[in-house]
């Protein structure tokens, strides 16, 4: 059975309070769409539902004004989950831990496919079989295989389901093909490896494809290379209107048009190479036992100190697991000990500086830290009121000045609703806004970025480019990590570049 029915109105609540509310989902048969947006806005709820996912017990779900126990037994699902496959966001809630990986490729309906071997060899370039033995004899555990091996497994079932698709005479894309942020555990290489391999294969026999993301760099890969499939490739943007989301059409020049200014802006800037450095680091460290060198070269062959000048934007590039999140931590002092050397202004630090030294004359005064992950960084209890009033900031936070803050990074209407919510209760994108905004309001000499666009939108992402531009015209010096390295790579240039290198 072919499905000819592709558009959903999808409704989901959960303890009686709409959580998703949208018209008109639609997705082409025979095309690939990439949907955009800030994480938490919905993407990945909206996919599992139309996908059968969802489970009625905790959430009341329609499709189509269908109750969800009804579209779920219907002939269109089974189809769907019969000749598709979804690819999960967080591997480790897919991979059953009690089974092998090699087991798990072998598992259901993969049980039918020929050769696997090309998919995992491809998957992982340049390994061989005995390389490829220690991963699928894995039994899946929180901390092994690697967050980005676990991804690989996915892609591969993926893959391979698509390579299993039977013959059709009049070559009708049946199923769907979920791939939920299939990049987040990934760096860029293998980012790019899994769209190269996804669009052979849809070259050779189009298939039905939804990718979410919310790395829009994407959109410079898949344009680039796939030119001769572009007619059948849509970019789509999920936004929030008046508490209802929309599917928006998003033309990718948007995107890599705002990338080229980013980069011509930087490269006419270059103009002062006088500025003093507010903070340099010394390039061989070592912390928890293991060694990193700082380099000016891809290689690792010239070691350099980490120079930030004030008003200056470095960004410090190196493969996931690398260290660089170690590194700025220990650079931010919180992580104590190990070989350790660098000056913050005229202030020396090192790795024996005691702990009560950061907390007195550095965290929050001279510099301060976006973490990555905006959970692990807020207090999820407070309201948003309370964490932007408990910063130290030099002048007290009236409500005026507070709006005005929060009103840099979130649209006016919203704020005064947002300032009364708990942190736990707002979006994901919405949280690293708010990190973000805490830490730019503090006029510190530094500020670290570890992964500053995180789940955010486009329009959020401009707005906190923006922000940072501010910051250095205004003296402070910033210390990126990133996996946007199209979008950071054009802000620092050549000369505000590092690498990260682990070992000797």
Not at 246 to 273: A, C, H, I, K, Q
Not at 452 to 481: C, Q, W, Y
């Amino acid at each position: 059975m072919v499905i000819n029915n592709l558009s959903f109105d999808i409704e989901i609540a959960a303890e009686g309070k709409l959580i998703v509310d949208i018209r008109d989902f639609s997705l082409e048969r025979g095309r690939v769409t990439f949907l955009l947006g800030e994480s938490g806005i919905g993407k990945s709820l909206i996919s599992r539902a139309l996908y059968g996912l969802l489970d009625p017990a905790e959430l009341t779900v329609t499709v189509n004004s269908r109750p969800y126990p009804e579209y779920t037994a219907g002939e269109s699902v089974r189809e769907i989950q019969r000749q598709g496959f979804f690819v999960f966001q967080e591997p480790s809630s897919h991979l059953n831990p009690l089974m092998t990986l090699g087991d798990q490729l072998r598992e259901g309906t993969l049980a039918r496919a020929t050769d696997r071997s090309e998919v995992l060899h491809a998957l992982w370039e340049g390994a061989d079989e005995r390389d490829l033995g220690s991963i699928l004899d894995v039994y899946p555990k929180p901390y092994r295989p690697s967050g980005g091996e676990k991804q690989r497994i996915l892609l591969a079932m993926a893959l391979e389901k698509i390579d299993m698709r039977p013959p059709s005479e009049d070559r009708s894309p049946e199923g769907l093909f979920v791939f939920d942020e299939p990049s987040g555990s990934l760096d860029n290489h293998y980012r790019n490896l899994f769209l190269d391999l996804l669009f052979d294969r849809f070259r050779k026999r189009p298939f039905t494809a939804l990718v979410i993301t919310h790395d829009y760099s994407m959109i410079s890969r898949v344009t680039r290379t796939n030119w001769d499939v572009m007619d059948r490739v849509d970019f789509r943007e999920l936004a929030r209107r008046r508490g209802k989301l929309v599917m928006n059409d998003f033309e990718p020049r948007t995107y890599t048009g705002w990338v080229e200014g980013l980069r011509r802006s930087t490269e006419s800037g270059l103009d002062d190479p006088d500025r003093k450095p507010v903070l340099v680091v010394e390039p061989f460290l070592e912390v928890f036992g293991r060694r990193l060198v700082v380099t000016r070269d891809v290689e690792g062959q010239q070691p350099a100190r980490l120079t930030v000048p004030r008003g200056a934007m470095v960004y410090l590039k190196a493969p996931s697991g690398t260290g660089k999140t170690t590194l700025v931590k220990r650079v931010m002092g919180l992580i104590p000990g190990g070989t350790f050397e660098a000056k913050l202004k005229d202030i020396r630090l090192t790795g024996t500086t005691p702990r009560t030294f950061w907390h007195e004359r550095i965290w929050g005064r001279s510099m301060t830290m976006v973490f990555q992950h905006a959970d692990e960084a807020l207090n999820l209890h407070s309201t948003m009121r309370e964490t932007l009033l408990g910063l130290p900031v030099r002048e007290p936070l009236t409500t005026e000045r507070m709006t005005r803050l929060a009103g840099e990074l979130f649209d006016g209407d919203e704020v005064g609703d947002l300032l009364g919510k708990k942190v736990r209760m707002l979006s994901g994108g919405q949280k690293q806004r708010l990190n973000l905004l805490r830490a730019l309001a503090l006029l510190t000499d530094v500020l670290i970025l570890d992964e500053p666009l995180n789940g955010l939108d486009f329009e959020s992402s401009t707005r906190v480019i923006d922000m940072l531009h501010r910051k250095m015209h205004a003296g402070m010096g910033l210390l990126v990590i990133s996996h946007n390295e199209e979008i950071f790579d054009a802000l620092a240039g050549v000369d505000g570049t590092y690498y990260l290198h682990a070992g000797q």
